[in-house]
């Protein structure tokens, strides 16, 4: 079983309370993998899966900067669910893992959401991610100051007050 880390919006999250289940764009997630583990000489698990929830919060800007506007809020959201079909990818980057199948609510440990004064910040680096990837100073500052803001840990059976209270 591997814990991972997948990129998510207030939508996706919707559809997986609503559908019971959810798929992740391209069945991409993030996790504590051993690329990962050996890319650092430091840090216990819990630092290192901090790593890959981090690259999921960047994932899921990405998903932000590609939506459409809807009527909820632009927040980074972490979709955290165990996985037994979890396979690495560190031919993408050292926490990458792809997931067979959908996600179902069973499968899901915690979801992780900016909190509302992350908004501002979070709307600044989804307009830049793109220039960041590509090297751009004034853009990685920018995600910089949405990264600064940590995100907010839900359990799944706060999930429908989380999107009722939005």
Do not use: C, K, N
Not at 43 to 62: N, V
Not at 72 to 100: F, G, K, M, N, S
Not at 130 to 141: F, Q, S, T, W
């Amino acid at each position: 079983m591997m814990r991972v880390y997948l990129p998510a919006t207030l939508a996706d999250v919707q559809r997986l309370l609503a559908d019971d289940a959810w798929m992740p764009l391209g069945g991409t997630g993030f996790a504590l993998t051993p690329a990962l583990r050996e890319a650092y000489v430091a840090g216990d698990d819990e630092e290192l899966a901090e790593i890959a929830l981090r690259d999921a919060a960047r994932g899921s800007l990405r998903l932000l900067a590609a939506q459409d506007a809807d009527d909820l809020p632009v927040r980074r959201v972490v979709v955290v669910a165990e996985r037994t079909d979890a396979t690495p990818r560190p031919d993408l980057d050292d926490a990458v893992v792809r997931i067979a199948g959908p996600v179902t609510t069973d499968q899901v440990v915690a979801v992780h959401v900016d909190s509302g004064d992350a908004e501002r910040a979070v709307i600044a680096a989804a307009d830049v991610i793109d220039a960041a990837d590509l090297g751009d100073e004034d853009a990685e500052l920018t995600l910089g100051d949405a990264e600064d803001h940590d995100l907010a840990w839900y359990a799944t059976q706060e999930l429908p007050f989380l999107l009722e209270l939005l």
